[in-house]
């Protein structure tokens, strides 16, 4: 849980700092988060958002870059309570989630762009771990990053 609010954060040290323009919003039962980075890249399809929040967190934030489409959901509330399970911090989601209400009662920072009811493929395509750039924000893995109702800061 994050223990300094961003804007306090952003006052100390600024330039270290990129600040997310893109307004996400707050789904997850905890509205302050942050930690590691760790990334995925997909559209439209999250098999690999469920095996990566299938595996131990450590307190990591999982970037899932969906390229920003709103055509179906990367993240539903059996994923994000796999994510609970394993110790995430929290997602941060380019593109769309699913089971508002069952994710706003999980102890799980969760920001994306909107819902949809629509489920993803289950292929498997995408990459993990790779630099994802969101909004002229590159979200590098192993950089940290912190979120709360202001917005996403992220280590340069």
């Known amino acids: ?7 306090d954060l952003y006052d100390e040290r600024g330039d270290e700092l990129d600040s997310l323009a893109l307004q996400l919003h707050d789904f997850g039962g905890a509205a302050a988060f ?34 920003g489409s709103l055509e179906s959901a990367l993240v539903g509330d059996l994923i994000a309570g796999s994510a609970v399970a394993n110790g995430w911090a929290g997602l941060i989601v380019h593109g769309a989630i699913r089971d508002r209400a069952a994710i706003g009662a999980l102890p799980l920072g969760v920001k994306a762009l909107g819902s949809n009811p629509r489920k993803s493929a289950k292929d498997g395509v995408g990459e ?7 909004a002229g924000v590159t979200f590098r893995p192993g950089a940290h990053v912190w979120a709360d109702v202001d917005g996403i800061l992220v280590e340069r």
Do not use: F, Q, S
Request: overall charge negative; some cysteine; glycine content about 10%.
């Open 1 to 7: 849980m994050t223990t300094i609010a961003t804007a």
């Open 34 to 67: 942050d930690g590691p980075i760790r990334t995925i890249r997909c559209h439209r399809d999250n098999a690999l958002v469920k095996a990566t929040l299938a595996t131990p967190g450590a307190g990591a934030v999982l970037v899932i870059d969906g390229g």
């Open 128 to 134: 993990v771990d790779v630099p994802v750039e969101i």
